[in-house]
């Protein structure tokens, strides 16, 4: 079987490792678990290595895992595509959503966040690869869509997310990071205090780690393959 704990281990010490490299502060890049297709066996062992965050991209498979470990100080983020149907379990179940491109979404998501809970943390998901990806707001799009959320009261916007589309060598792999970056400081020069770069995966996480990710979302390194 995979053994998580090693994988875990070693992914930390990889982001350590990529922190000091690229002068970023110690402990300033987080680590959220893709536990997305792996069952609530895999999500527990790597619990009790002491991962606390864990990333989801479809409701049904993701609400086994949160049934089965209630109770144990887990945080659920949603990564995947949001449907409006799907709005109100991920208002209740979830403490994070990474993956907002809509207005309609961050207003029902508000709505029906239950008010005995704390605003849910959320993230913009930024189109930074142009005509060849379909998720994602443009760029240019970013500001009114983060004006809007930060209006809505069960919402708090912490940053934003991109998904590029994959590159082979480093130096393509950092462009897509720099400009979700620059969109960031951006918005924190007109007012907004946005502390969150939601990027990099297995694959890209070195590019991420240098163009100033806060949060890494790894789940090959971890799980192993889906
Ligand atoms: C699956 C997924 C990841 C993790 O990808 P790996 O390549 O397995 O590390 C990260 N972010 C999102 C949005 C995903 O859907």
Redesign the pocket.
């Known amino acids: 079987m995979h053994d998580v704990v090693t994988a875990l281990t070693s992914v930390r010490a990889r982001i350590g490792e990529l922190e000091r490299r690229y002068r970023r502060e110690p402990g300033s890049v987080g680590l959220l678990a ?1 536990s ?1 297709t792996k069952p609530p066996a895999a999500v527990r062992a790597a619990i009790a290595a002491g991962q606390q965050a864990f ?1 989801e ?1 479809h409701l049904q498979d993701a609400m086994t895992k949160v049934e089965a470990l209630a109770g144990q100080g887990v945080s659920w983020h949603f ?2 595509a949001v449907q409006s149907n799907k709005t109100r379990p991920i208002a209740t179940h979830f403490d994070w959503v ?2 907002i491109e809509r207005e309609k979404i961050a207003s029902r998501l508000s709505a029906q966040r239950p008010t005995d809970q704390r605003p849910l943390d959320v993230c913009i998901e930024v189109n930074v690869s142009g005509e060849e990806s379909k998720s994602g707001v443009q760029p240019a799009e970013v500001e009114t869509l983060a004006r809007l959320i930060c209006e809505l009261p069960a919402l708090r916007l912490r940053g934003l997310m991109a ?1 590029p589309r994959p590159a082979a060598d480093f130096e393509s792999q950092r462009i897509p990071f720099r400009l979700l970056r620059e969109i960031l400081d951006d918005l924190n020069s007109k007012g907004l205090e946005l502390d969150t770069l939601s990027m990099g ?3 890209d996480l070195e590019a991420a780690i240098a163009e100033g990710a806060t949060m890494v ?5 971890i799980f192993g393959p ?1």
């Open positions: 893709v997305k990333g991209n990564i995947g990474h993956s998904i995966m297995t694959g979302r790894v789940g090959t390194a889906r």
